[in-house]
């Protein structure tokens, strides 16, 4: 038995990621046979690793919501399941995706794994841990494709807040459930300098999503609300206490970020925002 679930992935040089990636959704039960991989202009091996394993591969330029919406075009099957290249699905993600979807269904989020080797990747982790089972923090992953498309899909106008816009436009379409299956995210940054670098671009983008969703952006960028989810556990800070104080470190630094928010961004790679004209979903 086949999934009735297409894969999407927008990659952008990511050869170091892509193959796990991919073959954590090969081995899926039931497996997907429409796994989509929309490139951005890689630079290095990760169309020619992307081919060997036998999916679809898209190529357009590089805007990580442009690439979902196209390889939403392109993907054959009732529901989507849009998945970065730096994550990989635990078993039965997928399974989940098709008890999940029914018809009062709109969307299925999952709660998500920061991991990678470094120590400021630990600090990441550790972040995450405590923002599982956060509604405003999560954004479901998981479609019907029909809806998505009448929705015009990923606002390509923006970044980083890209999820959260299209999670609470899809609410009119019907509930937003939460799967227990596990996606990990493979974190890449080595030192602060790489994460301020990483989210400097994103930050361009929070004034526009604040003006889209007042209510929900109050809540995402509320430095109160964030310690207040911290707070609730405090044993595992007590536990943590070098983990802790890094967090808080890096909070601050992105924090500083959020309120410098109107300056001007350096973009790289798929963090490059477009005029809303270039969505292909968008009817002219």
């Known amino acids: 038995m086949s999934s009735n679930i297409s894969v999407v992935i927008p990659t952008y040089n990511s050869a170091l990621v892509i193959e796990d990636c991919i073959k954590s959704v090969l081995m899926q039960i039931p497996s997907p046979q429409d796994i989509v991989v929309c490139d951005g202009g890689s630079q290095d091996q990760t169309l020619e690793l992307a081919r060997r394993l036998k999916v679809n591969v898209l190529q357009t330029q590089a805007n990580r919501s442009l690439q979902r919406n196209l390889g939403a075009l392109a993907a054959k099957n009732d529901f989507i399941l849009f998945l970065d290249s730096d994550m990989r699905l635990s078993s039965t993600v997928l399974s989940e995706c098709e008890q999940l979807m029914k018809e009062e269904v709109a ?15 630990r600090v990441k982790g550790f972040e995450r841990s405590f923002y599982e089972n956060v509604w405003w923090l999560e954004a479901a992953r998981c479609f019907r494709r029909s809806d998505f498309i009448f929705e015009t899909g990923f606002n390509v106008e923006l970044i980083s807040t890209e999820d959260w816009d299209l999670d609470e436009r899809m609410k009119k379409y019907g509930k937003i459930v939460r799967g227990k299956s596990y996606i990990y995210h493979e974190e890449r940054f080595s030192s602060v300098n790489g994460f301020i670098h990483k989210k400097r671009g994103y930050s361009s983008n929070f004034k526009l999503f604040s003006q889209l969703h007042p209510e929900r952006a ?4 509320s430095v109160v609300k964030r310690l207040c989810l911290f707070l609730k556990k405090p044993f595992r800070i007590l536990l943590h206490p070098i983990l802790s104080i890094c967090l808080v470190y890096l909070g601050i630094k992105e924090f500083m970020l959020v309120n410098k928010s109107s300056g001007t961004a350096h973009f790289s790679g798929m963090e490059k925002p477009l005029d809303a004209s270039f969505n292909p979903l968008k009817v002219k």
């Open 107 to 121: 969307g299925v989020c999952f709660p998500e794994k920061d991991v990678g080797l470094t120590f400021w990747c």
């Open 218 to 221: 109050r809540l995402c960028f």
